[in-house]
């Protein structure tokens, strides 16, 4: 039975495999739809460090090996990795945040734009991999009124999963700040 669920396949950003149109899209309209809800009031240093001490928490109860990274600008707001997190993951997390940095929306989401429009955002000459990743992860921070202020990251699970783990901590910082 399938009441309840949708008739379209969600899609995996980490298949190369052929997928449905419809997939895609629905993935990017989610994306899209956690944007315009995840708009906060404000951003101080002291809401980073309750994002990233959330993020350990829940990483730390799922058992999760990540690396977690929230910046402004050229500023580390917050750092760490749990255990089985490696240095590997330190280049990912950065790569993804300069890419959410530099497009203001989160890296998952360049990486389907180019897949939307039949290829990878990788393929392109002028995509330097050393530097950027299109891959899900990082989440720019957005301020009613001011845009982009800063990004949060974390690497080490799949992509959909990283995103997935950033957008719930997000969403209960968000939540606990409007009981505030």
């Not at 149109?21 to 809800?37: F, K, M, P, V, Y």
């Not at 255990?83 to 993804?96: C, I, M």
């Not at 989160?106 to 330097?128: C, K, N, T, Y």
Request: glycine share 8%; with cysteine; hydrophobic share 40%.
């Amino acid at each position: 039975m399938t009441t309840g669920h949708s008739s379209v396949t969600a899609f995996d950003p980490d298949s190369g495999e052929d997928q449905p149109r419809a997939a895609l899209e629905a993935l990017i309209a989610r994306i899209d739809g956690e944007i315009s809800e995840l708009q906060f009031p404000r951003f101080t240093k002291d809401d980073a460090l309750n994002l990233g001490l959330l993020l350990v928490e829940l990483g730390k109860s799922r058992k999760l090996p990540i690396a977690i990274d929230i910046s402004r600008a050229d500023q580390v707001l917050f750092h760490v990795a749990l255990d089985g997190a490696t240095p590997d993951n330190e280049h990912w997390v950065r790569a993804k945040q300069r890419t959410a940095a530099r497009y203001e929306i989160p890296s998952l989401l360049v990486g389907l734009h180019a897949r939307l429009r039949g290829g990878r955002i990788e393929d392109q000459g002028w995509f330097d991999e050393s530097v950027y990743a299109a891959h899900g992860g990082c989440f720019p921070v957005y301020v009613t009124g001011a845009g982009a202020v800063a990004t949060v990251t974390v690497s080490g699970l799949p992509q959909q999963e990283d995103h997935d783990l950033v957008v719930e901590a997000l969403r209960e910082i968000l939540a606990s700040m409007r009981l505030g």
